[in-house]
């Protein structure tokens, strides 16, 4: 490969937010971080001071977008019940009630073909192999697929449901206000 060919590809991973001001590669570091980790480690990773990565970790712990863990050294993570909320505001904001509804409904048939198929009522409750064993046309590997569809359907099927109360609940407070 020539020089010419490196360079254009992507960066190297551990550069790819290296033109990034300091804010958006702590945050971009937040993202990924799903245990309490030291400032230092965050700073580190960021590639700057851990003075200035202490100030920006406390205006996002403000923000709820991460949690902090006081302790000797203090460490955060990322708060995935920020994240949740978030997408849930989005998905209410982008679409309309009907909209809402209607992926409700295909989701909601979507779970009871799986329950149907598998004869259960949850993802967690089916043995994949002796499912794959019993099946004809099932290959395990298709089980673990339709399994993990399956359990996205219904976690989607809340963030819906949540976002389209969300609406409804806020067109009835514009109707009585």
């Not at 992507?10 to 937010?17: H, N, R, S, T």
């Not at 290296?18 to 965050?42: G, H, K």
């Not at 708060?79 to 009907?98: G, K, T």
Request: net charge negative.
């Amino acid at each position: 490969m020539s020089e010419t060919d490196a360079s254009d590809g992507p960066p190297v991973f551990e550069d790819a937010f290296a033109s990034d001001d300091v804010e958006q590669r702590i945050y971009s570091i937040i993202l990924q971080t799903r245990e309490p980790t030291p400032t230092s480690a965050i700073a580190d990773s960021a590639d700057c001071d851990p003075k200035t990565a202490r100030k920006y970790l406390g205006w996002f712990d403000d923000l709820g977008i991460v949690t902090r863990h006081d302790g000797h050294p203090a460490t955060y993570e990322r708060n995935d019940a920020y994240f949740e909320w978030r997408r849930i505001n989005q998905l209410a904001a982008d679409h309309s009630v009907e909209e809402l509804q209607d992926h409700v409904r295909e989701l909601t048939t979507r779970i009871t073909e799986y329950e149907a198929t598998y004869d259960a009522a949850s993802p967690a409750t089916v043995d994949a192999v002796a499912a794959a064993d019993g099946s004809d046309e099932l290959t395990i590997d298709a089980v673990y697929s339709d399994l993990a569809d399956w359990a996205t359907a219904r976690e989607e099927r809340d963030r819906y449901e949540r976002a389209r109360q969300q609406r409804t609940g806020g067109e009835r407070e514009q109707a009585s206000g």
